[in-house]
């Protein structure tokens, strides 16, 4: 029985130090996830706007019987322990700077510090917390490490991202930003003609291709703002879109059409504040009706009382 009992003793020995290399995990990034084995999972598809999203396990990668719905088990976010089935998910890792494109899809933990979301402090804090996916609309604001991702400041430290996705989005460009935070490179537009008067909301977008003989003038744009039934971060094709730029005195004649912030100061319309509040903000467009004000600091559109440094004309 001795050689029996000492195999034991020997079996015994070696087989904690075998069971430890198979139970270490896999790295977990600065963010306190797992890039190799976490994905971010959701009931529905990402269409523009914001998309709540939870980290999660996979359990069962999908198959053609499935439908290509794969089972995960939810790590968090108010959910941990349920299992969900799902085609909506994301392996991701911590976004580089090549990765900062407008209109890329990322992914960011729901806290926040000073106002901007923020990355997760723990790995608890990662697991745990809630999440929510978005479209990059400005990076204007990276020498502060900030981006909006839909309508929320984001530091550029709490982004992830899934690898690939569309390779022609605008490439990022040193910000042009005028007295009104307007980029030069951004248009304003909407799905229907402008034929005077009070016109209704224009949308901020950047063209991604511009018109052809082949798309009856239409230009393909990405949404920055809502525009109609375009979320932000959502491509659609217009024939109405304007470049504009701020107003000068020798712009301002009875008729002109201008655009004007949804904001008002004791009761006249203003100038956005900052980029935030100009991609954040509404803007309609209408026509100059009367300049009688112009002495006091205030011009009539349509209706409105709007300061004359916060118009903009549409530029020929």
Do not use: K
């Not at 600065?30 to 996979?58: C, I, K, T």
């Amino acid at each position: 029985m001795a050689p029996r009992i000492g195999i034991a003793v020997m079996l015994l020995v070696l087989a904690p130090s075998v069971v430890f290399a198979q139970a270490r995990p896999s790295p977990l990034d600065a963010h306190g996830v797992n890039p190799d084995s976490e994905y971010f999972v959701a009931e529905q598809a990402f269409e523009g706007g914001y998309l709540n999203v939870s980290l999660a396990r996979m359990v069962r990668p999908g198959t053609r019987a499935t439908g290509n719905e794969a089972e995960f088990m939810v790590l968090g976010g108010g959910r941990g322990g349920q299992l969900l089935r799902t085609r909506y998910y994301w392996r991701t890792r911590i976004a580089r700077p090549e990765d900062l494109q407008l209109g890329r899809v990322a992914f960011c933990l729901d806290a926040q510090a000073n106002n901007v979301y923020r990355a997760p402090q723990s790995r608890a804090e990662a697991t745990a917390g809630s999440w929510f996916a978005g479209a990059i609309v400005d990076l204007s604001n990276l020498d502060d490490d900030q981006v909006i991702l839909d309508a929320f400041r984001a530091s550029r430290s709490c982004l992830r991202v899934a690898d690939g996705g569309p390779s022609d989005l605008p490439r990022p460009t040193p910000p042009a930003l005028d007295t009104h935070f307007v980029d030069s490179a951004d248009f304003f537009v909407r799905m229907e003609d402008y034929e005077g008067g009070y016109g209704g909301q224009v949308s901020l977008a950047r063209m991604v291709r511009g018109p052809t003989s082949a798309s009856n003038g239409e230009a393909e744009f990405l949404a920055l703002q809502q525009a109609g039934s375009h979320q932000r971060g959502q491509r659609f094709w217009t024939r109405h879109y304007w470049r504009t730029r701020a107003a000068t005195p020798q712009d301002l004649r009875d008729g002109t059409a201008v655009v004007v912030l949804d904001a008002q100061d004791q009761g006249m319309y203003r100038a956005p504040h900052d980029r935030f509040e100009a991609l954040t903000g509404s803007w309609w467009i209408g026509a100059i009706t009367d300049l009688a004000g112009m002495f006091r600091g205030e011009v009539q559109v349509g209706d409105f009382r709007v300061r004359p440094d916060a118009l903009r004309v549409i530029v020929r």
